[in-house]
Nanobody
């Protein structure tokens, strides 16, 4: 059974930082491309970052490029997302997704709220 468990969300002020983690089990994590997808209230899900299985090839949506950094630790079956210079528009539920894009298996999500 695929299990993806996100953590690290919370309330942060504009300009602040958060680090999200996703613990994976039930999959061959080291062979899996992974993505971070976020969904703001009333909006469609949006794939904001992806990383290939080897950890070298990465993609960032323009909305987060230069502020977010995706990484992975294949030895620990963990996907990470470092988020800096957070903005109000970054408020959303963030999901860890297996595969490239928003349509793979996902966890329950972690809420990120950026507010003064």
């Amino acid at each position: 059974e695929v299990q993806l468990v996100e953590s690290g969300g919370g309330l942060v002020q504009p300009g602040g930082s958060l680090r999200l983690s996703c613990a994976a089990s039930g999959i061959s994590f080291g062979s899996s491309d992974m993505s971070w997808v976020r969904q703001a209230p009333g909006e469609d899900p949006d794939c904001i970052s992806t990383i290939r299985s080897g950890g070298v090839v990465k993609f960032y949506d323009n909305s987060v490029k230069g502020r977010y950094a995706i990484s992975r630790d294949n030895a620990k079956n963990t996907l990470l997302l470092q988020m800096n210079s957070l903005k109000h528009d970054d408020t959303a539920v963030y999901y860890c997704v297996r595969g490239l894009g928003q349509f793979g298996s996902r966890g329950q999500g972690t809420q990120v709220t950026v507010a003064s």
